[in-house]
């Protein structure tokens, strides 16, 4: 039977909560509904939560973050040699001022972009297909390594955000076989002399259904309920999660969206997020389960790959001008930036 708790808007938390996901990969059904319920009532407060018990073994996540750093320190003629406008599926190098976010900031950061291996050609999208690798020795693999990694902890977390909304453990991840989710490698150069306001990233919510997020250092800002920024300090082996546009549209706003940003930061740092979505061409939607027949849903549907690939669109600079000149189209019924979320409800 489906939660019937009522909706539930962010909280005026001041640190994150933390839940102890071990359970979810426990074989006792009773001790998966604990950790999923936790995990429901953090995601419900706050948005952004962090996790541990995740399982995933130190040298992956220490061989991610040497390679990383051995890529990002190559000279920019390198770097852009790999530049993600030459690929077919949105992954490569992404240089400095290549994103906007609304409101017309530019991020001061630089990453890499890497999806979902597809190497058939048949039902390839404009999110997935081949990856663009670089030459680098070992570089492939060891990333590689580490997405297949994460990517198995967001099968787990998709089974516990449906246990936690009183669906069936597979409601959601039976709609992950060939996913659009993007691993982003990226890479904040420290800028001691820059003002205190430059963002390293402007605020915004994310696209998918929530991110796992491995950060090096602090810079992470995240929106609270009562509309403050709240401060997310480095906790030792856990992740950090965040509820996307698309859960909170399959939760029917049980789940918010919650805005963040990184601000300047005091040193160098590097962050690791997985976009997780569900496949391309998944109908996302409010779940029947989650009606309230006294209470319309906001919300209309949209395809997973579509609203990822629209927002995409509109801010990444090589697609803008692309879309300026005619060489692709938004899809029918496309989003505006920040169209989710805290600040989407109050608009």
């Known amino acids: 039977m489906a939660s019937t708790a009522p909706r539930s808007a962010h909280s005026a938390f001041t640190t994150l909560p933390l839940v102890d996901i071990s359970g979810l990969s ?3 059904p009773e001790q998966r509904l604990a950790s999923a319920r936790a995990l429901g009532r953090a995601a419900a407060q706050a948005g952004f939560l962090y996790v541990t018990g995740h399982g995933i073994a130190p040298e992956i996540i220490d061989r991610l973050k040497r390679r990383s750093a051995e890529y990002f320190n190559q000279p920019m003629a390198v770097k852009m040699a790999d530049y993600i406008g030459l690929s077919s599926n949105h992954s490569g190098y992404v240089p400095e001022g290549e994103e906007q976010f609304a409101g017309g900031g530019i991020d001061h950061k630089e990453a890499f972009d890497v999806g979902f291996d597809y190497l058939h050609s048949e039902g390839r999208r404009p999110m997935l ?27 787990t977390l998709f089974r516990g955000f449906a246990l936690a909304l009183g669906l069936a453990e597979d409601r959601f991840s039976r709609w992950v076989s060939t996913q659009p989710s993007q691993l982003r490698l990226i890479h904040y150069p420290c ?16 696209y998918e259904c ?39 549209v399959l939760s029917n706003g049980r789940y918010l969206a919650t805005a963040h940003r990184v601000r300047k930061v005091a040193q160098e740092r590097y962050s690791f997020p997985l976009f997780c979505a569900c496949d391309y061409d998944t109908l996302i939607a409010p779940l029947e389960e989650t009606f309230d027949p006294e209470q319309p849903s906001p919300y209309q549907p949209l395809i997973c790959g579509e609203h990822l690939y629209a927002q995409t669109v509109q801010t990444f600079r090589y697609l803008k001008q692309r879309l300026a000149a005619g060489q692709l189209s938004l ?17």
């Open 26 to 28: 426990s074989q006792v």
């Open 129 to 155: 297909g081949a990856n663009r690798w670089p030459s680098m020795a070992g570089f492939k693999e060891d990333i590689q390594a580490y997405y297949e990694a994460v990517f198995n902890l967001s099968l």
């Open 191 to 206: 800028a001691p002399q820059a003002p205190v306001d430059r963002p390293g990233i402007g605020a915004h919510t994310d």
């Open 210 to 248: 929530f991110t796992i997020l491995l950060p090096t250092a602090p810079g992470l800002e995240v929106l609270n309920g009562a509309g403050q920024w709240i401060d997310v300090p480095l906790v030792e082996g856990a992740f950090v999660i965040n509820i996307g546009d698309m859960l909170e």
């Open 331 to 347: 899809p029918d019924g496309a989003r505006d930036l920040s169209s989710f979320g805290r600040k989407a409800q109050e608009s």
